[in-house]
């Protein structure tokens, strides 16, 4: 005796309902033609309430800024790959939830129908304690909870708010521009522009041009004026990298600039 042949739809439906993701499929015109248990849990909508209604019913329109990646991809057909995005979401009981949505292309007939598979998981918690984790352990993308992190933390924070110069220590790989970057957003400055210039990638006579600037003519190749970073981070902030590879030289200049806050480019006898 044959096996009964299984209808696939129905093989489909136990399977989907196996899922903790909510799995719904909508067609071209953004009717939904497909919702799986998990999907009712999620978003609290009962199967009957959205079958073949628009997905704005489902999302209250919390999604729906017009260019949405799912009604997109429904509309055009035109997808290759899957597509992976996160969203806030609206439940029926008016709960804001975060969703970890997952959209593929089901099938495209020649009549042009269409049907996009989604799959959609709740990260609510999960978001939200990556935000207390962050919260808790980290400052301004510096990571830690220890006594002398927290001290650093509040050293940025006093060194801050003055309009100084800063010496930044340490090794290879601590985190020196880190810090820079947190002093910089935690200061007055921070509407304006970080400029980074990493000495070490400069010759010297490039390294001058490139912090102070140079005037038509100042050497081979400067075919025209060039303002250097000193000037483009006026009013911000300069993090000079690696200021242990400046030459003498160029180390004079430097101190000239921070002493006297006046600039020379190179080839040019006025500040």
Known sequence: MKPKKRDPIEYLHHAFNVLDEAVFVYDQDMHIRYF???AERITQFK??????????????GSICLNN?????????????????????????????RIGSFHAGLLSKEPDGTREV???LTDISEIHQMKEELRETHSFRNIIGQSQMMRELFQTIRNIAVFDSTVLLQGESGTGKELVAQAIHYESPRAHRRLIKVNCSAFSENLLESELFGHVRGAFTGAVRDRRGRF????????????????????????????????????GENAT
Do not use: W, Y
């Open 36 to 38: 799986n248990a998990a």
């Open 47 to 60: 199967r009957e309430e959205v079958i073949g209604k628009k997905c704005v019913k489902l999302f209250q």
């Open 68 to 96: 949405c990646a799912l009604c997109m991809t429904a509309k055009t057909g035109a997808l290759s790959e899957r597509i992976d995005f996160q969203s806030p979401f609206i439940r029926k009981d008016g709960i804001k």
């Open 117 to 119: 598979l989604v799959a």
């Open 231 to 266: 000037e483009e981070g006026h009013g911000g902030t300069l993090f000079i990298d690696e200021v242990g590879d400046l030459t003498p030289k160029v180390q004079v200049s430097l101190l000239r600039v921070i002493q006297e806050k006046e600039i020379e480019r190179v």
